[in-house]
């Protein structure tokens, strides 16, 4: 028999674990005391044998919580469970929340820390009990405020806890296929006396990261997501420590008026244009700090936001709730550090990471010194990050907390990176003279933003977040995401440790396995583990630290789908979840599940290494015709393009990277000879006199900061080693040579030189480069071709336009060292494979509903919703595309009649294409697909028509044209969306008869 507690113990305990303050003060041990020889029955036989007490007066977060408890209650037990303002003493009542009678029975919910319960039995009546905000709407559950959910819920917190503890509940993630609800015809409670508190005060998730899984959600499953946050029992307060000076509106405030407060660049320009990178990136040895200091006074004493001038472009006058709460004001600087060249922070800038870290920290500490000594009330928050990382030589003021950016569990594999991230943290604890907490980085971003690839990670996160449970006193657990579903075990391990520091990480996930999964619970622990270890080991394993904080390389794109999600690796999980289904082919509910994860996780990777496999004929058919310079002909460097053997050059077309708008054209020759490689970049700008092309010594790494051209050779052809040569629009060249490394790329060698000679021109309306690069620099030149690309950095001082980026190859996933994805050069003279098809790549201008050959409907025939356009700002070659659109039953279409057609021929029809949100309509084949009629319909995909979003494939399909083509009907090719919502983009498209 376990002993239980008498009212005089419960009290002890409850002010054993009273704290003082949000941010991190101890807050004693919890208290569980059952009593298993005296049992409450809730539910008999299906019969209420209960009632949920909710007196008038009680806040909306009570009311909240004892829906939550009926709800699950009745689903358990199949009782009708009624809801009352009073208790009518003839049944078990659990009243629930703080009022007249909790009070009564002792229970003082004012003395207990933020966050933490009561739940109690007293005769005949159980109490659920903690501090609630009384302001709280019970609609914050499914509003659009995010910033709405900071309000004290305990009492929530308190059901939550009973229904786990005692009816079995779990919660998942939100809906029936993840929230475990156990039957219990017959559901009773031992007597109990429970005190629980959190033991980290700070559980903070990205819950409103990545696509929400149940389809049609209002507000991509708002509601759902704020429900997972209540029910992980998370963050109920906020202590802001993300980039606060970027959120005081200083663009706007003095961008004009003050100029100096903004960081000198290498270019002689000031951060303050808006359309820069991180805009507004600050001087700190300027005015601007007493700006800052009297911002965080004005705050911290409760003046307005307007009364300081604080007005945001976004949104006007108001203090940035995710840099400002009450009592807390953020100092950490903007994002991506911009390093300042004026002559007082270049004396610090230039010493190295330790005078920088002395440098920022010794601002900070300067205003929370000053705040102190005016006796400012509240707290400075100040977060240790990348370039300020180090420990500073200042001593940190009792009035600054202090946050600590390390990557966090995914370096757990990784021991000796690890080992240093924990050799930080503890500094910084030794430092501040107390525990600090943590934003750590469980991020699909950059090199690992790998669309459809599971980041599951639960027994990494587990064990980091219990082994530092002596340093913290809280987190955030960063995991940016393209699918909510991918984080939902890393939520629930992390949420549980983070309440309960003892929770066993092992016992937890087997549970978990076992309730979801049932008779396949040892088959999906494997392939949840499988999934662990391959990001784990295989992906996640190359981190850096950026000037935005702890990152990864990742892997590229032959890597994962060739070593890593190899078809081999495919088939073995495949596989695992064919027998999964074969274990629970008798318990549908587990089947469900099984299913509902199979869907989610592994469908998404079958269709991503189809996807790539389909992209490599793509990219193989990505060519660049660099001709021989033509007998008798000379290339003469001046950057002018006025060379007779230019004209009959290859002339390539750069667009937008990631495929954004295209303001200006821009084209690249090419031509060889045996000595030189040569290339001419024609780039259109209006803007002239607003370039940026600064002087520059040979290889400044900062020349892409300039109106430049890049240029990318791997002349081996090994895809591994390459070579960038960059020219700015003054004619300064830098070079280097560089290798890659997963996504990413070692650290540049500056000591190579190309001894390429370049020249520009400038004119009205553009500027020309001509370089020629000699062959004996390019070691391994395959004289054949190899692997290029081409791209161009628009950069002017002021403008809409004020950066604009261009490429060759539109594949590219990892900006524009992702030479996985480039095209190729090749040599000398290439035949073409004709093509029946006239204007295949849509130069010809539009004229009404003619594109050369190519028509589409008349205005007069389509529906709302249907359109036929020319895009300039994607396409894989010509610089422009074709775009669809449709909505609703029937199909647009664009037509080209085919009179070359012959009978019984074999023909081979190609394309590329691209599709967003293709949505076939219910009970309809539909999708995107080309149509080629002959004497009858041939289809391109013949099944499985294009749906969904996709970037750049290839479709390329053989077929043998009737025997009355052209004969009783005129034979054609379309290209068509039918039945389907969405939009989808066609280029260079081939009709080619097949000797």
Aim: glycine share 8%; net charge neutral.
């Amino acid at each position: 028999m376990n002993v239980f507690f008498t009212k005089a113990a419960c009290c002890a305990a409850v002010a054993a674990i009273i704290g003082t303050a949000f941010a991190g003060e101890a807050t004693g041990s919890r208290c569980v005391k059952l009593d298993n020889e005296k049992q409450l029955t809730l539910a008999a036989n299906g019969i209420a044998e209960c009632e949920i007490v909710v007196p008038e007066g009680s806040s909306p977060t009570s009311k909240f919580a004892a829906r939550e408890l009926q709800s699950f209650l009745e689903q358990s037990t199949g009782a009708k469970i009624p809801i009352t303002d009073k208790a009518a003493g003839s049944r078990i009542a659990i009243i629930i929340g703080d009022n007249t009678l909790s009070a009564a029975a002792g229970i003082e919910v004012k003395k207990l820390p933020r966050d933490s319960f009561v739940i109690r039995a007293a005769g005949n009546r159980i109490y659920i009990a903690g501090r609630d905000d009384l302001k709280a709407d019970p609609r914050k559950t499914v509003n659009d405020e995010i910033w709405g959910q900071l309000y004290e819920r305990g009492t929530l917190f308190g059901v939550y806890d009973f229904l786990e503890r005692f009816a079995g509940v779990r919660f998942y993630f939100p809906g029936p296929t993840g929230t475990i609800v156990p039957q219990h015809k017959t559901l009773s409670v031992p007597a109990m006396d429970i005190v629980d508190h959190p033991d980290y005060t700070v559980r903070e998730l990205s819950i409103y990261s990545g696509a929400w899984y149940e389809p049609g959600q209002p507000n991509d499953g708002l509601a759902g997501r704020n429900l997972s946050s209540y029910r992980l029992r998370g963050r109920t307060d906020y202590i802001p420590n993300c980039h606060g000076l970027a959120r005081l509106g200083y663009l706007t405030r003095f961008g004009t008026s003050h100029p100096e407060y903004f960081a000198l660049m290498d270019n002689g320009q000031r951060h303050n244009n808006p359309a820069l990178p991180m805009p507004g990136q600050l001087c700190f040895s300027s005015g601007v700090r007493e700006e800052i200091y009297k911002d965080a006074e004005a705050f911290l004493t409760g003046k307005t936001a307007e009364q300081r001038g604080v007005k945001t472009e976004r949104f006007g006058y108001c203090w940035d709730a995710s840099g400002f709460q009450p009592g807390y004001f953020n100092i950490m600087p903007n994002d991506s550090l911009y390093e300042c060249t004026c002559p007082e922070c270049r004396k610090h800038f230039s010493k190295g990471p330790q005078a920088v870290s002395d440098f920022i920290w010794g601002f900070a500490v300067d205003t929370a010194e000053r705040l102190k000594k005016n006796g400012i009330p509240g707290y400075v928050t100040m977060m240790a990050y990348p370039p300020y990382l180090n420990l500073p030589n200042v001593k940190i003021p009792d009035n600054m907390l202090v946050m600590v950016a390390e990557r966090g569990p995914w370096n757990e594999s990784l021991p000796e990176i690890q080992a240093k991230d924990d050799r930080e943290i503890a500094g910084w604890v030794k430092k501040t003279g107390g525990r600090v907490w943590l934003w750590t980085y469980a991020n699909k971003e950059g090199g690992l933003g790998i669309p459809g690839i599971p980041s599951l990670t639960p027994n990494c996160i587990g064990s980091y977040f219990k082994r530092h449970k002596e340093n913290i006193f809280g987190a955030k657990l960063q995991t940016e995401v393209d699918q909510y579903i991918f984080n939902y075990l890393n939520f629930y391990v992390f949420s549980k440790v983070a309440w309960d520091n003892s929770t066993d990480v092992a016992a937890l996930l087997n549970e978990h396995y076992r309730l979801m999964f049932g008779p396949a619970a040892d088959t999906m622990h494997k392939i949840y583990e499988r999934f662990e270890g391959i990001w784990l080991k295989k992906i996640a394993d190359k981190p850096v630290d950026t000037p935005t904080g702890p990152a990864c390389l990742g892997p590229s794109e032959y890597e994962l789908w060739n070593k890593i999600y190899s078809p081999e690796e495919i088939a073995s999980l495949t596989a695992l979840f064919d027998l999964a289904e074969k274990q629970t082919a008798d318990d549908p509910e587990a089947l469900k599940r099984v299913k509902f994860i199979r869907s989610n996780f592994l469908d998404d990777i079958v269709k991503k290494a189809r996807e790539y496999n389909a992209k490599k004929g793509a990219i193989a058919d990505l060519i660049f015709n660099v001709k021989d310079v033509p007998p008798g002909g000379k290339i003469t460097l001046d950057g002018k393009l006025d060379d007779p053997a230019w004209k009959n050059s290859a002339v390539m077309l750069l667009s937008p990277f990631n495929q954004g708008k295209m303001p200006v054209k821009t084209t690249v020759r090419g031509l060889k000879d045996k000595d030189y490689i040569y290339f001419a970049f024609d780039c259109e700008e209006p803007e002239m006199k607003n370039i940026i092309a600064s002087r520059r010594d040979n290889d400044d790494p900062n020349i892409w900061r300039d109106s430049s051209v890049e240029i990318f050779l791997n002349p081996s052809g090994d895809r591994k080693k390459y070579y960038q040569i960059l020219v700015n629009a003054a004619g300064c060249i830098s070079d280097l040579q560089n290798e890659k490394i997963g996504s990413g790329s070692g650290p540049a060698d500056w000591t190579w030189n190309s001894d390429a000679i370049a020249k520009t021109v400038r004119e009205d309306g553009r500027w020309t480069m001509e370089i020629a690069i000699p062959v004996k620099k390019l070691p391994g030149f395959n004289q054949e071709g190899f692997p290029a690309n081409f791209n161009r950095n628009r950069i002017l001082d002021k403008g809409n336009d004020y950066i604009t980026l261009y490429t060759w190859s539109p594949f590219l996933r990892n900006g524009f060292h992702d030479l996985q994805n480039f095209g190729s050069l090749r040599f000398g003279e290439i035949k073409e494979e004709t093509s029946i098809l006239d204007n295949g790549d849509f130069s010809a201008p539009l004229h009404g509903r003619m594109l050369g050959e190519w028509y589409g409907d008349e205005a007069k025939n389509m529906k709302p919703g249907q359109s036929f356009s020319i895009d300039k700002a994607t396409s894989v070659k010509g610089g422009q595309s074709l775009k669809l659109t449709n909505q609703g039953p029937g199909k647009t279409g664009f037509v080209q009649y085919l009179p070359q057609m012959k009978p019984n021929t074999k023909y081979r029809v190609s394309c590329y294409v691209k599709t967003e949100n293709i949505k076939p309509l219910n009970n309809l084949v539909g999708g995107v697909c080309i149509r080629v009629y002959s004497d009858k319909n041939h289809f391109f995909p013949a099944t499985s028509w294009y749906t969904g979003t996709m970037p750049w494939e290839k479709c390329s399909a053989e077929f043998t044209s009737g025997p009355d083509s052209n004969i009783k009907e005129k034979s054609y090719l379309c290209l068509n969306i039918i039945n389907a919502d969405g939009a989808a983009w066609f280029d260079d498209v081939k009709l080619s008869e097949i000797k």
